[in-house]
C-alpha cells in the first residue's frame, strides 16, 4: 500500500539554526498537506502544496514539493523556542479525503 | 480552537470492554475523519465519512466500526478491546470529501485500557 515516510525523525537544534524535515511518497501523490502537533495537542493545518514543484513560504517557513510530486521538504530558518512540536506531512494519492501520514519529525529548540 | 469537539477526552476501561466516542465536525464541514494516534504508529488513519456515507477506508479493524449521523455527527464504536487499542483518537472534519480541504482535528480522546 501507498506508504509515506519522514525523516529525521527527532531533530534537536540550537535557537536560531535552521532545520528541515524531509517527506518521501512511494507513489505519486495529488497534492501534500503538513501539519504541526504542539507537545499535549492536536494536528493543526500549516499548508497544502498541489502543483509540481511548487514552493511555498510562510514567514520563516518554507515548503516545497518535488518535481515527480512524491517528496516534500519544510524548512525552517532560524528556529525559535515556537517551533517546538512534531511536523507531519500527509499525501493524498486518490480522489477521497484519504490522507496517509509519514511518521513526523518531532523538533526540540533549545534557547 | 479547532471547532472540533470530541466527547469524552479520556476514557479508562479494561479488556474486552466497549467505548463509543462521539465527535462533532465544524459548522458547515461534510465531511469527518477517525485517526488514531499511538507513539509507535503515528497518525494512523481509519475512516472517513462525507455527508452520511463511507467514503474512505484505512487500516480499521473489524472491531471498530463508526457511522455519521444526519446531522453530522459522528461516531466511532470501539469493541473487544484490547491493551493495544489504548491511544489518543483524533476526529478531524474538512468542508468536502475531496481531501483538497484542509482538516481541522478535534482535541482528541485518550483511551486507556487496562
Known amino acids: 500500500g501507498q506508504q509515506v515516510m519522514q525523516i529525521p525523525q527527532y531533530q534537536h537544534v540550537q535557537e536560531g539554526e535552521d532545520f528541515t524535515t524531509y517527506c518521501n511518497s512511494s507513489?505519486?501523490?495529488?497534492?501534500i498537506q503538513w501539519y504541526k502537533q504542539r507537545p499535549g495537542g492536536h494536528p493543526v493545518f500549516l499548508i497544502q502544496?498541489?502543483?509540481?514543484?511548487e514552493v511555498k513560504k510562510q514567514k520563516r517557513l518554507t515548503f516545497q514539493f518535488g518535481e515527480a510530486k512524491k517528496n516534500s521538504s519544510l524548512h525552517i530558518t532560524a528556529t525559535q523556542t515556537t517551533d517546538v512540536g512534531t511536523y507531519f506531512c500527509?499525501?493524498?494519492?486518490?480522489?477521497?479525503?484519504?490522507?496517509?501520514f509519514g511518521q513526523g519529525t518531532t523538533l526540540q529548540v533549545k534557547p | 480552537d479547532s471547532g472540533v469537539t470530541q466527547t469524552p477526552k479520556h476514557l479508562i476501561t479494561a479488556t474486552g470492554q466497549r467505548v463509543t466516542l462521539r465527535c462533532s465536525p465544524r459548522?458547515?464541514?461534510?465531511?469527518v475523519y477517525w485517526y488514531q494516534q499511538s507513539l509507535d504508529q503515528g497518525l494512523q488513519f481509519l475512516i472517513q465519512?462525507?455527508?452520511?456515507?463511507?467514503?474512505a477506508k484505512g487500516n480499521i479493524l473489524e472491531r471498530f466500526s463508526a457511522q455519521q449521523f444526519p446531522d453530522l455527527h459522528s461516531e466511532l464504536n470501539l469493541s473487544s478491546l484490547e491493551l493495544g487499542d489504548s491511544a489518543l483518537y483524533f476526529c478531524?472534519?474538512?468542508?468536502?470529501?475531496?481531501?483538497?480541504?484542509?482538516?481541522?482535528f478535534g482535541p482528541g480522546t485518550r483511551l486507556t485500557v487496562t
Open positions: 502544496l498541489v502543483k509540481s514543484g
Open positions: 478531524a472534519s474538512s468542508r468536502l470529501g475531496t481531501g483538497d480541504y484542509e482538516q481541522y
Open positions: 459548522s458547515g464541514d461534510l465531511s
Open positions: 500527509a499525501g493524498r494519492s486518490g480522489n477521497t479525503g484519504k490522507l496517509i
Open positions: 507513489t505519486t501523490l495529488s497534492n
Open positions: 465519512y462525507y455527508n452520511g456515507e463511507e467514503r
